[in-house]
């Protein structure tokens, strides 16, 4: 069941209906949890056992810690934490790559299950380890509520793609009871109807072509290899804002508050700016909770490289167990360290905050767009193919050159317009009745252009 499917909304119906028809706390938090439960055994329910031993683990583990009477006992109780959550998901995620990994550097054939991975499992071990390490830091106080740890880990519309919740952003709004009052609707309204817009339209309408391209690279020139790696860079943007737009809002139709995951990342003007801007849950987390106790931006220069590039390949590895991440991540971790010591040449400070520039801003964009290569790539054989396709003279055969500049023209028109306006603001000046007219023509307009076949959402093989 994802965001885009009719069933999702009939889901979704129900659950909003009855929850705001409850009266009580306890009763709408427990109705959440039941709704989380079946939306994730929609996609497999025998997977709910996995999600409740991390939830039981993580209950027990801050309670634990928090009742620890040593710094010594604390920290071997958050390190047996931390090895069951991310035991479960080495398990899941990792066996068969490194068991592939082996055989290639070792004359040894083991013979392992192949292993579904469970959807969203990534995520909720971030909110596992997240909880547990904030306890350990005494940054939260951890809760007796077993409900409330269960609706954390399991929250329906961040569940399976993120964005990544903090503990202390989520459970203390759990405490109080939610007024439907409080709650504006225009706001979410319009945020889920641009998000289903992202994903539905510009993402599934262009990922044919990109699959195209990326199964038989070598039947394509240069031109065909340039548009559908600049079409990949907008498919994953909007298929994951799309989709974290969309979770945003729907969260906030039930009275909760998530924070913005994507801040116009392509307008960023350097590659450090790039990450302050995408996916910023993920690169919070990593900074938070690896990269600052890595020791971050103390010692010489080397020793701040070391922790960016150690932070960024095992953020490349979250993403999938492809070597292909782990460059990808690489990628980043290069740029990020070589952009660090331009601006240390420049006089500058580096990893403050960064004023735009088109040339940084299209160099920034440039070095992302190649890097997405590795991303989009099955293996390094692909990858090789594709960029061996730029300076292969050859007709366009994926689509004209004409319909691909007023596409991008209009991509990027598009991008700057929302840049520029403040959403909640413009919704709050409009009346209730204008606001209903305008989305229903604005659904009217959208529909004919949605693809009919639902695809899954990239970031859930997450």
């Known amino acids: 069941m994802i965001f885009t499917d009719w069933k999702f909304f009939v889901f979704f119906v129900i659950a909003f209906c009855v929850y705001w028809a409850l009266s009580g706390n306890l009763l709408q938090k427990l ?63 990792y066996s068969n790559f490194f068991v592939d990994s082996l055989q290639h550097i070792l004359p040894v054939h083991p013979r392992i299950a192949s292993l579904v991975l469970p959807i969203g499992i990534s995520f909720y071990t971030f909110h596992s380890l997240s909880y547990m390490i904030d306890t350990y830091r005494r940054r939260i106080t951890p809760t007796r509520s077993f409900i409330d740890v269960a609706l954390y880990i399991l929250f329906f519309p961040q569940l399976v793609a993120g964005p990544i919740v903090r503990a202390t952003d989520l459970l203390p709004q759990m405490r109080s009871e939610r007024s439907f009052r409080a709650v504006d609707f225009k706001y979410f309204l319009a945020l889920f ?15 044919p072509l990109v699959d ?10 240069g031109i065909d290899a340039f548009v559908a790696v600049t079409f990949y860079a907008v498919q994953i943007y909007c298929d994951f804002s799309g989709y974290t737009d969309m979770a945003i809002a729907v969260a906030g139709m039930l009275g909760f508050r998530l924070r913005i995951n994507f801040d116009h990342p392509y307008f960023a003007a350097g590659i450090g700016d790039f990450w302050r801007r995408w996916h910023i849950s993920l ?9 600052i106790p890595l020791g971050g931006n103390r010692g010489s220069a080397v020793f701040q490289a070391r922790n960016v590039m150690i932070t960024m390949l095992l953020g490349g590895l979250w993403h999938g167990a492809n070597w292909t991440f782990v460059v990808w991540g690489g990628l980043h971790g290069l740029g990020l360290v070589a952009h660090r010591f331009w601006q240390r040449l420049r006089g500058g400070r580096s990893g403050g905050p960064e004023r735009y520039s088109l040339i940084g801003n299209a160099m920034t964009f440039a070095f992302v767009w190649f890097a997405w290569i590795f991303f989009r790539a099955p293996d390094f054989a692909t990858a090789a193919a594709v960029i061996g396709r730029f300076d292969v003279g050859a007709p366009p055969r994926l689509m004209t050159t ?9 991509l990027i028109a598009a991008h700057v317009l929302f840049y520029r306006i403040d959403l909640r603001a413009a919704t709050g000046r409009i009346s209730p009745t204008v606001f209903a007219c305008g989305y229903g023509a604005a659904v009217a307009v959208i529909l004919p252009f949605v693809n009919v076949a639902v695809q899954p959402f990239i970031y859930f093989q997450f």
């Open 31 to 93: 109705w959440l949890l039941v709704c989380s439960m079946v939306f994730y055994a929609a996609w497999d329910w025998r997977f709910l056992g996995l999600v409740l031993l991390v939830i039981v683990n993580t209950y027990a583990v801050t309670l634990l810690i928090a009742g620890g009477e040593t710094e010594h006992r604390r920290k071997a109780i958050l390190t047996l934490g931390i090895t069951v959550s991310l035991g479960v998901l080495g398990v899941f995620k």
């Open 193 to 207: 109807l641009i998000g289903y817009f992202k994903k539905a339209v510009i993402s599934d309408g262009i990922a």
């Open 212 to 221: 195209t391209f990326f199964a038989h690279p070598e039947n394509y020139g």
């Open 283 to 291: 690169s919070s987390w990593l900074r938070d909770y690896l990269y």
């Open 402 to 410: 004409t319909n691909f500049a007023l596409i991008t023209a209009s």
